[in-house]
């Protein structure tokens, strides 16, 4: 029998979807063991009965074995239709780093609901003034949540987007009945680079600035991106990205710095509740950087892990004692 | 203005009359200092709860930032003077690590007394008890820990 799966997608660009169709040929293979019951991305199903003949305030998603989410929680809307599926699917996996950590919507944490209605729909200045839309609309959530914030999770997949050889894989292991989960280790523990301990000029550097590479040169030739300056979240980040199996004579690289970028973080921190901020804040002045060469730190830093209670409002400054 | 309204508005000033610090003493020069505090009877205020570490160095901004955002109002790092560290360059690394952890203080809306980092050598005991008096009172000027539990 074939494995029935529901898919949703919540607060979330749609590029955690895109990824499973890359998984390309493999997914055919996959397929016939697959039966893909409720998913808005391909199929046209109604929460509400499929002429809206059922209860308006109740949401229905057909039972299924796996659920998948993508997105983290936004909206009352997205907050029930991911109880409905936890309620309906016997595992649940959380696709992306949206639906692990909040993703970049959570870099919104750092500012309360009315400081955001009031810059969008007042305070910018290509914008005509209007009042917060409340008719037809599901109210906002006080902050972007995390999926297993909400509701239990049981499978992590993290990644901007994951990748299609990383679905592929959790999705193997869960037909298989094995546990899917990622060692905790960091970018750097499986980066083939260079490293000297030490960095080699004083400056952070933006990306694609003044990065030293030698194309398909050996990996041990290529100096550690963050000693050259490049403002690296490695030291900070959780492994995975370079895939769990290598073909033979094949050097595991991770995915960004395959492709001569630096490490931006998308697999969330080493250990949960550690705090990318401050840990890397420490990474860079251990090496010998000047942390405060770091733009915009508190987003920078916390790109994909805003949710987790990571980023918050800053505590406001009570007002000095009359004198 | 009379002594009288001089200590008025000392007191007016006070925000936070009984604050939490933590610091964090290196175990050959500063723990041993605050031992000397100890044994020659010097009078400090007793907010500050001590943690004996083996090197200022082994501060991560990590134990910093997590004592200040689970409530301690104020954190003190001390370590030996620069030169006399007991691991060579470990109290160097110490100020390193400072700078990033005053960056993160304006990260975290918190105000820059909050932290400190001194030097303190096993034979300035005279010196750890000012050191802890003048941070108790510049802690007490602010108000609680917008972290504050409770």
Redesign the interface.
């Known amino acids: 029998m074939a494995t029935k799966v529901a898919e949703e997608w919540l607060n979330i660009c749609g590029g955690c979807e895109v990824s499973i169709l890359d998984i390309g040929e493999p997914l055919l293979d996959l397929l016939p063991a697959l039966e893909f019951v409720h998913m808005p991305v391909l199929m046209d199903h109604k929460y509400h009965g499929q002429t809206g003949e059922g209860d308006s305030h109740k949401v229905e998603i057909p039972a299924a074995d796996v659920g998948i989410i993508s997105g983290g929680i936004r909206n009352e809307k997205e907050k029930l239709v991911a109880q409905e599926m936890r309620a309906k699917c016997k595992i649940l996996i959380s696709l992306g780093s949206c639906a692990c950590f909040g993703g970049i919507p959570a870099m919104a944490n750092m500012w309360t609901l009315d400081e955001l209605y009031e810059k969008v729909y007042r305070d910018s200045k290509s914008t005509e003034k209007s009042p917060n839309p409340n008719k037809d609309l599901p109210p906002l959530t006080d902050r972007v949540y995390a999926l297993d914030e909400v509701v239990k999770v049981d499978v992590h997949i993290p990644g901007c987007p994951p990748s299609p050889d990383m679905i592929k894989e959790a999705l193997l292991c869960l037909l298989n009945g094995k546990p899917f989960v990622l060692p905790e280790k960091s970018v750097c523990d499986e980066c083939p680079t260079k490293r000297e301990k030490k960095a080699a000029g004083g400056q952070i550097s933006r990306p694609l600035q003044g990065l030293a590479f030698k194309q398909n040169a050996a990996w041990e030739e290529t100096r550690c991106f963050m000693e050259q300056g490049q403002l690296c979240l490695g030291p900070v980040t959780k492994s995975g990205c370079a895939g769990q199996t290598t073909e033979q004579g094949e050097v595991k690289v991770p995915r960004c710095i395959k492709g001569y970028m630096p490490c931006r973080g998308c697999f969330g921190p080493v250990k949960k509740g ?2 990318p ?3 890397m ?2 990474a ?3 090496i ?1 950087l ?3 060469q770091v733009a915009d ?2 987003a920078m830093l916390n790109r994909y892990v805003g949710g987790h209670g990571l980023l918050k409002p ?5 007002a000095p ?1 009359k ?1 | 203005m009379s002594e009288a309204a001089v200590a008025e508005t000392a007191q007016t000033d006070i925000q936070n009359p009984d604050p939490r610090i933590i610091a964090f003493c290196c175990n050959w020069c500063s723990y041993t200092g605050a031992d000397l505090a100890g044994t020659s009877r010097l009078q400090y205020p007793p907010n500050a709860r001590i943690v004996r570490v083996m090197c200022s160095g082994m501060v991560h901004p990590n134990l910093v930032i997590d004592a200040l955002t689970k409530g301690a109002d104020g954190v003190l790092i001390c370590g030996c003077h620069p030169g006399d560290c007991h691991y060579i360059d470990g109290n160097c690394k110490a100020e390193k690590r400072a700078e990033a952890i005053r960056l993160m203080l304006e990260d975290f809306g918190l105000e820059q007394e909050r932290f400190r980092l001194e030097w303190v050598s096993a034979s300035e005991g005279p010196r750890f008890a000012q050191v802890m008096t003048e941070m108790t009172e510049a802690v007490k000027r602010l108000p609680p820990s917008p972290y504050k539990v409770g």
């Open positions: 550690s705090n901020l401050v840990d804040m420490g860079l002045s251990s010998g000047n942390p405060q730190r508190r800053l505590p406001a400054k009570p004692i004198k």
